[in-house]
């Protein structure tokens, strides 16, 4: 068993450090809410005072961060996680930010000669607590077979990306395609109840034919044909518009700065901050349906 550092004990970070407890690992973790230590160490975790302490003498070192900037912060400076890390640990960021930042980091680590994983998740805070968790891991091949172990405590899809970065990478252009295509299938639900043509009808048929992808057969933004989805609790999250909002972003960010085309990513993009505008942003995304209805998301 491993002993591992965890900074940042938030929605995800959590239940993902106390998973690591569970499987055995000694593990001591830092958040600066302090609500959020005392969380973990009544899990059975271990506080500590500082990310650099959490960190100290730890042979693997996680970190569940807000966005890129708490990551360089957290990271870099003079007594960030890669100064002050021991010789030899593994550095594992699991939040989602830029690929520019997880790149400059994991150059900045690797200088330090230390190997560093971009390994952001899927599946949610119900996935980090079930610990079914989906990880897309950019990095060294040798840093990957170290990490898996550790990741395999935590989620059940483990997969390497490529080289540092294209664990982000993956993440933000798998995000686009689902921001996307759920304007898609919720402007084709929209349409329908205009030409009165019945939702499970639609659904019966597109979800056979050439129309059918997650968005429609997994997550159905109309309620009735998918009971699990969340329109049929209201459009409670599941996965915010405000999430969503931050990984189309990214993605934009991504796109512009390599010079690829995606007018559809930004057209997406503009859609869901419209609608978080409206007070939606923790309904869920699927709640996009509300907004072309010309609904607002309260
Ligand atoms: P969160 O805000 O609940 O947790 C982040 C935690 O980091 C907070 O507890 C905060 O206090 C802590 N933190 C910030 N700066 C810190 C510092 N300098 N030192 C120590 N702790 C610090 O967010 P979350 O929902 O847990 O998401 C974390 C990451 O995972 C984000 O990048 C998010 O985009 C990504 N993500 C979230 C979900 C989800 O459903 N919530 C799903 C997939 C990916």
Redesign the pocket.
């Known amino acids: 068993m491993a002993r591992v550092g965890f900074?940042?004990?938030?929605?995800?970070?959590?239940p993902m450090a106390v998973n690591l407890v569970k499987a055995g690992h000694d593990v001591a973790g830092?958040?600066?809410?302090s609500s959020?230590l005392d969380e973990f160490v009544t899990s059975g975790g271990k506080g500590a005072a500082s990310?650099s302490q959490a960190a100290a003498g730890a042979e693997v070192i996680i970190?569940?961060?807000?966005?890129g900037q708490?990551v360089r912060?957290?990271y870099t400076g003079a007594d960030g996680l890669i100064a002050t890390a021991a010789d030899g640990a593994l550095l594992i960021d699991?939040?989602?930010?830029d690929v520019e930042t997880a790149r400059a980091v994991a150059a900045a680590a690797g200088k330090a000669g230390l190997a560093m994983l971009d390994a952001?998740?899927?599946?949610?805070?119900v996935?980090?607590q079930a610990g079914t968790?989906t990880f897309m891991v950019g990095g060294s091949d040798d840093g990957f077979a170290r990490a898996q172990p550790i990741l395999d405590n935590m989620g059940k899809n483990i997969i390497h990306a490529g080289a540092a970065g294209n664990g982000q990478a993956a993440?933000i252009c798998n995000n686009m395609i689902l921001g996307i295509s759920m304007i898609g299938v919720s402007e084709a639900f929209v349409l329908a109840e205009k030409l009165g043509l019945d939702h499970q009808k639609l659904f019966d048929i597109s979800s056979t034919a050439s129309g059918q992808c997650w968005s429609l057969t997994t997550y159905c933004p109309v309620p009735g044909p998918v009971p699990t989805s969340p329109a049929n609790k209201d459009y409670q999250?599941g996965?915010?518009t405000d999430?969503m909002l931050?990984?189309l972003r990214l993605a934009q960010e991504a796109a512009n700065s390599a010079g690829a085309t995606t007018p559809l990513g930004a057209q997406a993009a503009s859609i869901y901050g419209l609608f978080a505008d409206t007070g939606a942003g923790n309904v869920d995304f699927s709640g996009i349906i509300r907004y072309l209805r010309g609904q607002s998301g309260d």
Do not use: E, R
Request: proline letters at 7%; a negative charge; one cysteine or more.
């Open positions: 900074v940042g004990l938030g929605n995800m970070g959590g830092f958040d600066i809410v959020n990310a970190t569940m961060l807000p966005a708490h912060d957290v699991c939040s989602t930010i952001p998740v899927s599946g949610g805070v996935g980090a968790l993440k999250p996965f915010s999430m931050k990984d």
